[in-house]
């Protein structure tokens, strides 16, 4: 059996409870109809990059043991919106989840479960009773030891029962677009607008390489065309000025990871939930021969995408999820990161779920939010260096040095016309900035937003002000930011020169990207170009003279709260390795915390980055109460030890890492200890 994940404590799994079940046909599951079955409960929440991640891990194994294997997602939401049941069912549908969802809005089924963070993996064999506890990403292989286990127990005591599960598919929508992530203007003579005859070129009126007919191409890109990425339908289309006339399409429409003919309906090029993308400068297209980077996100690759010829590449990324830092660019004990160079051959260096895209002029660099390790990168599309701008690795909200900043699923940029880079910074709703100086040297500010749990809908002076997971980000032309605040359904805008923000529309279903039209194709003041993605649309917004002023409150993202004693807290994250793998000790300690509080009065001693999975805290008896924001890392690598004990050079390596924040009461009688899993016996 397996030691590193398995029990031996015979603990009765609690009944599912929530408002509702999606992906059922209708019908409600309890754990009664799920007798016999191996069952694994899928903490998660649809705003959560590492929730997305483990849906993709667990989707090879439901495959392959679908008679005996269902997963349960439990979604609990982190922020307001998403306890919304429409975007809920909207987000099921997205991201193409093919197992029955139980909507735990009141976090009933979190609680009982004592789920601490976002992902959280439980495991239930056929007997009704809980044999694993999982944090984080990164446990596929351990549960594709785990389950071949719990078969062969089960069918010899006679309690597995084989056949199909309840998985119910619901309606798909339909329309040009399905869930569009972000969109990209295409000057006349970069897309499918003709522009005369050339050399190398086709006849005046001739369609581009995607389009589809000459008389559209004529009509409507006039004024130069918008590529958009289709996510939902795993492929790029071209529309012209009016958002309903296709020019083109890129990618098969099928889901993958193929280069290639990428233009018409002979296309055979394949993408996977791309998101942003950005248009080279001309002389840079023209000598690294294609126009457009386009982030494949699920892929975790950079593609490039020739509209001269309609063929798509991979220009970045080995299709492996980066999960860990090895070697130099592992964080230190001052929890400083390594910036710069990781490698000058691109398609040699991991990258994890890659966002959104802009064109830096002084970096001469594609700039990328590195969504899913909270970072930003930079791809020189010319040398193929791929590089660490900003960003630790480590989750949150924290200024700073390049090296030494937090960042928490950066998902739109926007470059100023100082050279500097905006982020929307989503899971902190925060607006971020990368103050580039002219040698190169990168500082992190923060404009708008307070933390991982703190979100909201207000308006006002930036330090009051409030956002809801924004992810899309464009600078208007006063020189101000104009922020997709997706979860309000909003586009807010924010002025440097007096540090407020406002509002500019509202009703929007979650606008997921905002950029400036200056075509006047719609009249003859700028307007906004809103990707509504739940709309499965893109719409024209007009930049309005007076902006709202909104105050619905500010909030924080609600969880029971553990009952401490002020002093001595002792932390104890537990964490095995697998089977088959060995903690890696090449560079030191593998493991490390990182461990502050909120406020930072709470703790007395005991916080900061150190090495070790073992901590004690000392709590202020003066404040009554707080959370307490704890990452743990630990890194194994696989394969037989080599005769001196060391780890094969060539072994493939996994991160395993989770944010927690605890929050805690403080009180005379309470708990001394606190024990958290990463990897661990429940």
Request: proline share 7%; net charge negative.
């Amino acid at each position: 059996m397996s030691e590193t994940v398995r029990t031996h404590l015979r603990v009765r799994a609690s009944e599912l409870v929530g408002r509702n079940w999606l992906n059922t046909g209708g019908k409600s599951l309890d754990l009664e109809a799920l007798r016999g079955k191996i069952v694994l409960l899928d903490f998660w929440t649809f705003c959560c990059i590492n929730c997305l991640h483990v849906l993709d891990e667990l989707r090879p194994l439901e495959e392959q043991y679908s008679d005996v294997l269902v997963t349960v997602g439990v979604h609990s939401p982190k922020f307001e919106h998403e306890a919304d049941p429409v975007a809920l069912a909207a987000a099921v549908e997205r991201y193409e989840i093919h197992h029955p969802v139980l909507d735990d809005p009141e976090l009933e089924t979190w609680k009982a479960y004592t789920a601490r963070a976002w992902p959280t993996l439980v495991v239930i064999d056929p007997e009704g009773y809980i044999v694993a506890h999982l944090s984080g990403e990164g446990h596929a292989d351990g549960l594709a030891v785990l389950i071949p286990e719990l078969i062969a127990e089960h069918e010899a005591k006679g309690t597995l029962h084989r056949g199909s599960g309840p998985y119910v598919a619901p309606e798909p929508t339909s329309g040009t677009l399905r869930f569009p992530g972000k969109a990209l203007f295409l000057p006349a003579g970069r897309g499918s607008a003709p522009q005369g005859t050339s050399d190398g070129g086709s006849a005046a009126g001739a369609p581009g390489p995607g389009s589809a007919s000459g008389s559209a191409t004529n009509g409507a890109a006039a004024h130069g065309s918008w590529l958009v990425t289709d996510t939902g339908h795993h492929r790029l289309v071209e529309l012209g000025t009016d958002f309903q006339t296709v020019l083109g399409t890129y990618g098969s429409g099928t889901k993958g990871h193929v280069d290639g003919p990428a233009a018409g309906e002979d296309a055979a090029a394949r993408f996977n939930e791309p998101q942003g993308l950005v248009l080279l400068p001309e002389d840079v297209a023209a000598k690294a021969g294609y126009d457009v980077v386009i982030a494949d996100s699920v892929n975790h690759r950079l593609r490039g995408l020739s509209l001269t010829d309609g063929k798509a590449s991979t220009v970045a990324g080995n299709g492996v999820q980066r999960l860990l830092e090895t070697g130099p660019a592992r964080v230190d004990e001052d929890a400083a990161g390594f910036t710069g160079r990781l490698s000058e051959h691109p398609l040699e260096v991991s990258l994890s779920s890659p966002w959104d895209l802009v064109w830096s002029r002084k970096l001469n660099a594609v700039v990328v939010a590195m969504a899913g390790t909270h970072q930003i990168f930079s791809f020189d599309p010319l040398t193929g260096a791929v590089s660490i701008v900003a960003g630790n690795g480590l989750e949150g909200l924290l200024d700073g040095p390049a090296h030494e900043a937090w960042f928490a699923q950066p998902s739109g940029l926007a470059e100023d016309a100082d050279g500097n880079i905006w982020v929307a910074d989503s899971e902190t709703s925060a607006l971020r900035k990368l103050v580039i100086g002219d040698g190169g040297t990168v500082t992190v500010e923060s404009a708008v937003g307070r933390g991982l749990f703190d979100f909201g809908f207000r308006d006002g002076p930036a330090a009051e002000a409030r956002l809801q997971h924004p992810l899309g980000v464009t600078v208007l032309p006063d020189g101000s930011v104009a922020i997709a605040d997706t979860y309000n359904g909003a586009v807010r805008r924010y002025d440097p020169s007096n540090g407020t923000v406002s509002t500019l529309a509202r009703g929007l279903l979650e606008p997921s990207d905002v950029i400036v039209d200056h075509t006047q194709s719609a009249g003859s003041e700028p307007l906004l170009v809103v990707v509504e993605a739940n709309q499965h649309q893109l719409v024209y917004v007009p930049i309005p003279k007076e902006a709202q002023q909104v105050d619905e409150g500010a909030s924080q993202t609600h969880r029971p709260k553990s009952p401490v004693a002020p002093g001595p807290l002792e932390l104890t994250v537990r964490f095995t390795a697998p089977t088959g793998q060995k903690l890696d000790d090449r560079w030191g300690d593998p493991t490390q915390l990182k461990i502050s509080s909120t406020p930072p009065e709470l703790l007395v001693s005991g916080g900061g980055t150190s090495v070790g999975l073992l901590r004690t805290l000392e709590l202020s008896s003066d404040v009554p109460e707080g959370v307490l924001h704890i990452t743990a890392r630990a890194a194994a690598c696989d394969g037989p030890e080599t005769e001196d004990g060391e780890i094969p050079d060539h072994a493939a390596c996994h991160l395993y890492q989770q944010d927690w924040g605890i929050p805690v009461l403080l009180q005379a009688d309470g708990d001394t200890e606190l024990v958290l899993d990463l990897r661990g016996m429940d």
